[in-house]
Nanobody, 127 residues
């Protein structure tokens, strides 16, 4: 059974930084793409970033390019999202999800029937 546990959310002022972590288990971590998504109140869930498996590709939404950095530690089965220069519009519940079927520089794709989601971690950025 795939399990994903996020941590690292919190309250931060605009311009600040947070690092989210997602600890994964139940699948061969190295082989699969894993992603970060977010959902703000009243909005649809959106893809923020993803990290490919063995092929090492990464994707960033335009809204976070240059501010967020995804990384993964395959030895610890953990993926991170370093978030810098945070803005109030980054406020959302952040989820990690796996496995993604596609993760490249331009796009990502997942199957609703096979993906698993973490419980989410709240990120609040005050102005």
């Amino acid at each position: 059974e795939v399990q994903l546990v996020e941590s690292g959310g919190g309250l931060v002022q605009a311009g600040g930084s947070l690092r989210l972590s997602c600890a994964a288990s139940g699948f061969t971590f190295d082989d699969y793409a894993i992603g970060w998504f977010r959902q703000a109140p009243g909005k649809e869930r959106e893809g923020v970033s993803c990290s490919g498996g063995s092929y090492g590709s990464t994707y960033y939404a335009d809204s976070v390019k240059g501010r967020f950095t995804i990384s993964r530690d395959n030895a610890k089965n953990t993926v991170y999202l370093q978030m810098d220069s945070l803005k109030p519009e980054d406020t959302a519940v952040y989820y990690c999800a796996a496995p993604l079927l596609v993760c490249n520089a331009n796009n990502y794709y997942y199957s609703g029937s096979s993906i698993s989601w973490g419980q989410g971690t709240q990120v609040t950025v005050s102005s």
